[in-house]
């Protein structure tokens, strides 16, 4: 018989649970203990709600306090000696000592008297998602020692409640990958044979526990591995092989193509692939994967939120099934992590658009029904669920609001000179020195400013209709008073608006240009506490309205200085959103970059000097596998240019990069043409600057100067010193100074407070290097 499992369920709750929790801990409104039943609760209903989908074996170890990277460090006891403090009278970590490692300590929390000490781990993105984990930090002389008992703790929770539990570990291949060496140079893989004892003995504690099948997650078999790696491969598992449990290998996000014969050959019981990103590579597997081992085939879709179209999918599980019988297992192609909870929630939504979607839960119950109707196909259930979905397909396919003519007109009549600015960039930058008048390492921020309760809360009577418009246009401008007057007396040289009118960087555009639908329970975890709610692209996209011009204009109305026009770009727009699947994700691009121009032209227009264009999520949309690299790197480029290249030499654009590897695509970068881009750099100690000494960078650059993900204040002598290397790389007359990132996260205080340090730190670098 077939068996349906998922590879992990979201954890951050339907309603946010964790993220309330967290926050409500970490500024001491919750104790420890209430924090961890909140923990509990959310696991059983977790865990039920599977169940009552229909899914057989259901997955433990998927939840985490904060990151499931950072927890797998706390398990091995990878915790840098910084964080010593946070130990308990054994030496063991503590709840505060993950904290500590994800946010950095403070005084009031993670950490006590030695805040200044510890800051936090570098975050970057998790493969090509969205989310990001905690990087793990090894030294040459690194140890690994069980250390943290969640896992086991989850699976004596499950147990008891009557579960059948498939533990889900990141793999010991996949988490030396992600970690960074740090101190000495190194070869990360010398590690291997100290960390496998470690995972000899998570396994053997399981067994003990009852665990019949152990998960373990080795996405990096669908990258290009360097031949040691492979190598490496062979020899783990050839150890672990004598480890008590049947292992699934699981991977995800793309094929396995080069290894393939590695990973069919590995000493496992079963193998899980996914056959959305890759779905060529069913077959190969199907001729290469011995029938004595499990086939696990992930079908449905773990990272958007149309529903499965049943009847090719169970074609293709047929088929799979005349070679595996018994041993085929039917999953969503990856984690469900990245999937909104409960479409049941949601009681706004257009019901035709609603009939087209499917979220974790309903997800689920897709699993589940493929899963019958291999094991009963003419069951009176299975055949109303594969009617069904004829139905929704058909209703989408016909649907009149998808396609609209002259999007399309606009996009076949797009030209070469459409994406060129008028001249280079050593021409036109001089051009806008003159007209800025701004000092040497000039000083400015990503773009938004502390979301506090006040403009929540004005946000929420809005849309509630307790606000009207004007009183609600009214209160988003006293919050940008407050963000200007701000700016100006600590003597920032661009200023911001501060964003108080957004609820999100994608969402706040998505929602005033057609194409798009929204959610409103659809939250989707980011890091830690932090969730977006991804829009959804249902249809061609088009701008009806400018939708940021009055706000900009009014800001600059009220100082002499330069105010940043702030948009997201359309790679971002692309990412960040839940996109269609009848169309290429280059014409979606290309769409918004044209609405996005529109945007830009108008605020040049009003007379605004600086436009940014957010592309945050550039490098995350970089397929896993180098030969696709060029075409994407194609196509995200011409869509920036698209929307920026209408502009006069004289109006400078700039751009903003999230926690990325630089190095693979600084060419790509630069033949974007910003005049200036920001990017994140403090975690990584500057080290993402090595990109640019490498290749010589010819535009401007902000590298980060702190980190906003964490609320620890840097004084004024770590930023200096943080430039003073930026310096080493980059010519001194083209570099900025300015945050990581966006500061809505953050409260005002610790933000006046920091770029106070900031400015100081511009002011010296000036007297020093200028």
């Known amino acids: 018989m077939a068996l349906a499992h998922t590879l992990g369920f979201p954890r951050i709750g339907a309603d946010r649970e964790l993220k309330k929790a967290l926050e409500a801990y970490w500024k001491g409104d919750l104790d420890q203990d209430a924090l ?106 690194q140890q690994f020692k069980l250390s943290w008992e969640q896992l086991f703790d989850e699976v004596d929770e499950a147990k008891a409640l009557g579960h059948n539990v498939k533990p889900v570990i990141i793999g010991p291949l996949t988490y030396l990958w992600l ?114 081992k499990t086939l696990s085939v992930g079908l449905v879709n773990g990272r958007n939120v149309w529903r499965c179209e049943l009847e090719p999918v169970l074609a293709q599980l047929q088929f799979a099934q005349e070679r595996f019988g018994d041993n085929l297992w039917v999953s969503s192609s990856c984690s469900l992590l990245h999937s909104p909870v409960d479409l049941e929630r949601e009681d706004k939504l257009d019901p035709e658009l609603k009939s087209w979607l499917a979220f974790a839960v309903q997800k689920c119950g897709e699993i589940s029904v493929l899963r019958d109707a291999l094991n009963d196909p003419q069951s009176p259930k299975v055949q109303a669920a594969l009617a069904e979905s004829r139905a929704v397909q058909a209703s989408r396919a016909e649907s009149p609001r998808i396609h609209k003519a002259e999007v399309q007109a606009r996009i076949n009549a797009i030209g070469a000179a459409d994406s060129q600015r008028h001249t280079p960039f050593a021409e036109r930058i001089e051009q806008q020195r003159a007209r800025l008048k701004l000092p040497a390492f000039p000083t400015t921020t990503i773009g938004s400013f502390p979301q506090t309760a006040s403009i929540r809360l004005a946000r929420q009577a809005f849309k509630q209709g307790k606000l009207s418009a004007n009183d609600y246009t009214d209160a988003m401008h006293s919050e940008i008073r407050h963000a200007v007057q701000v700016q100006e007396r600590l003597g920032l040289d661009v200023l911001v608006h501060g964003e108080a009118e957004r609820n999100d960087m994608v969402e706040y555009f998505a929602e005033q240009l057609d194409g798009y639908a929204f959610t409103r329970f659809g939250w989707v975890q980011s890091y830690g506490s932090r969730c977006v709610k991804p829009a959804i692209i249902y249809g061609d996209l088009s701008r009806p309205a400018a939708m940021t011009v009055d706000w900009i204009t009014y800001a600059q109305g009220l100082t002499d200085k330069v105010m940043k026009g702030m948009l997201t770009g359309p790679v971002t727009m692309l990412m960040w959103s839940f996109p269609r699947e009848d169309v290429s994700r280059k014409i979606q691009a290309q769409q918004l970059a044209l609405a996005l121009r529109d945007e830009v032209l108008d605020l040049e227009a009003a007379g605004i000097k600086i436009v940014q264009i957010d592309e945050a999520a550039f490098r995350e949309g970089l397929p896993l596998r180098q030969a696709q690299w060029q075409e994407y790197l194609d196509w995200a480029v011409e869509a920036f240019r698209l929307t920026a290249s209408g502009v006069r030499d004289e109006t400078q654009i700039h751009t903003h990069m999230c926690y990325s ?67 080493k790389r980059i010519p001194a007359q083209r570099l900025w100074v300015n945050p990581d990132c966006g500061l809505k996260t953050r409260a005002w205080p610790e933000t006046e407070a920091a770029l106070v340090n900031m400015v100081a730190a511009a002011r010296q670098l000036r007297s020093q290097l200028a």
Not at 128 to 139: A, Q, W
Not at 668 to 693: H, W
Not at 697 to 713: A, L, Q, T
């Open 36 to 141: 961890k039943s909140v923990g509990r609760q959310l696991r059983a209903n977790h865990w039920q709600v599977q169940q009552d989908a229909g899914i057989d074996l259901l997955p433990v170890g998927d939840f985490a306090w904060y990151d499931q990277v950072l927890t797998h460090s706390l398990t091995f006891g990878v915790v840098p000696e910084r964080f010593d403090s946070t130990r308990n009278e054994r030496g063991l970590p503590t709840l505060d000592t993950l904290f500590a490692m994800a946010r950095g300590a403070t005084a009031s929390c993670c950490g006590g008297e030695h805040a200044t000490a510890q800051y936090a781990q570098e975050l970057t993105k998790w493969f090509d998602t969205n989310y990001h984990y905690l990087v793990p930090e090894f030294s040459v002389d």
């Open 661 to 727: 590897e630089f190095n693979d695509v600084i060419k790509a970068i630069a033949a974007m043409d910003a005049d200036v881009i920001t990017i994140e750099t403090s975690r990584s100690d500057m080290e993402l600057l090595e990109a640019f000494k490498a290749f010589d960078y010819p535009n401007d650059i902000g590298p980060g100067v702190y980190d906003i993900h964490s609320p620890r204040v840097p004084d004024t002598a770590e930023m200096v010193k943080l430039m003073t290397k930026a310096v």
């Open 179 to 292: 970690g960074k060496a740090k101190g000495d140079d190194f070869d990360k893989l010398d590690l291997l044979e100290r960390l496998l004892p470690v995972y000899n003995e998570i396994l053997g504690r399981l067994a003990g526990q009852g665990v019949e099948w152990v998960q373990i997650d080795e996405p990096i078999l669908t990258l290009d591995l360097p031949q040691d790696w492979k190598n490496a491969f062979e020899r783990a598992y050839h150890i672990l092989q004598y480890s008590p449990l049947k292992k699934l290998v699981a991977t995800y996000f793309s094929g396995l193509q080069d290894n393939l014969g590695l990973a069919v050959g590995l000493p496992v019981q079963g193998l899980h692939i996914d056959a959305v990103r890759a779905p060529d590579q069913l077959l190969h597997v199907l001729d290469r994967l011995p029938t004595y």
